[in-house]
């Protein structure tokens, strides 16, 4: 069936520095790919998203682009801050009205 | 935006006993679900609704049963709960986005002594 695998954390960075975070799928057919956040002590917001290959989503600053050979969907950010500190899960939706996520990654950003 | 109100919204019980969990959304999306986050797993679905009645298991449905009655309404029920069952929980909808993506409501924490 449909999977993702994210990058573990947790992840620490200081304020200003580059963020990555790395996430793959499994999926037949041609899923929709998304990045949700979650801050402390709230739900999940979408974040971005991408329907087809080579889309890339952005958002408040994050970027990811579906890579179909690769079967990836990167999210990075050129310069974190550290209201930018929360959960971040990549997920993705198939033929089947159904959201598949990853285990999430904390990200910690310190002044 | 869409709504999406979870009812308790912090919930402490004892095992054993019957839980149920409320979702109720202001507009009339066809498609609800619940999850369970626990540390190191994500989110994984318990339960989801494509329309009144009609309902399907996800990967963690064991010891959980849902109903839906009224399209704004989408019931979990723990029948006899287990400390396994710890956990927040959250309802979505799925909004009719072109991507398929789903809208969250605020999670209910329950805690099974």
């Known amino acids: 069936g449909d999977s993702v695998t994210q990058m573990e954390g947790p992840v620490t960075l200081s304020e200003e520095a580059f963020l990555t975070i790395n996430c793959t799928y499994t999926a037949t057919g041609y899923p929709s790919l998304f990045w949700y956040v979650q801050y402390p002590g709230e739900g999940l917001q979408l974040l971005l998203k991408a329907t087809k290959a080579d889309d890339k989503g952005s958002n408040k600053g994050f970027e990811a682009t579906y890579r179909k050979e690769t079967t990836s969907f990167h999210l990075e950010k050129g310069s974190v801050q550290v209201s930018d500190s929360a959960v971040y899960f990549c997920?993705?939706?198939?033929?089947?009205?159904?959201?598949?996520f990853g285990a999430g990654t904390t990200v910690t950003v310190r002044a | 935006d869409a709504g999406i109100t979870q009812s308790p919204r912090h919930k402490v019980t004892e095992t054993g006993t019957p839980v149920t969990l409320r979702c109720h959304q202001t507009?009339?999306?066809?498609?609800m679900y619940w999850y369970r986050q626990d540390p190191g797993h994500g989110l994984r679905l318990i339960h989801y609704?494509?329309?009144?009645?009609?309902?399907d298991k996800g990967e963690v449905s064991d010891g959980y049963s849902v109903s839906r009655s009224k399209t704004e309404d989408f019931l979990l029920t723990l029948e006899s709960a287990t400390s396994s069952q710890t956990s927040v929980y959250f309802c979505a909808i799925r909004t009719g986005g072109n991507a398929g993506e789903l809208f969250f409501g605020e999670g209910s924490r329950l805690t099974v002594l």
């Open positions: 507009e009339n999306h066809r498609y």
């Open positions: 609704s494509y329309g009144v009645k009609d309902t």
């Open positions: 997920a993705l939706s198939g033929n089947d009205y159904k959201l598949s």
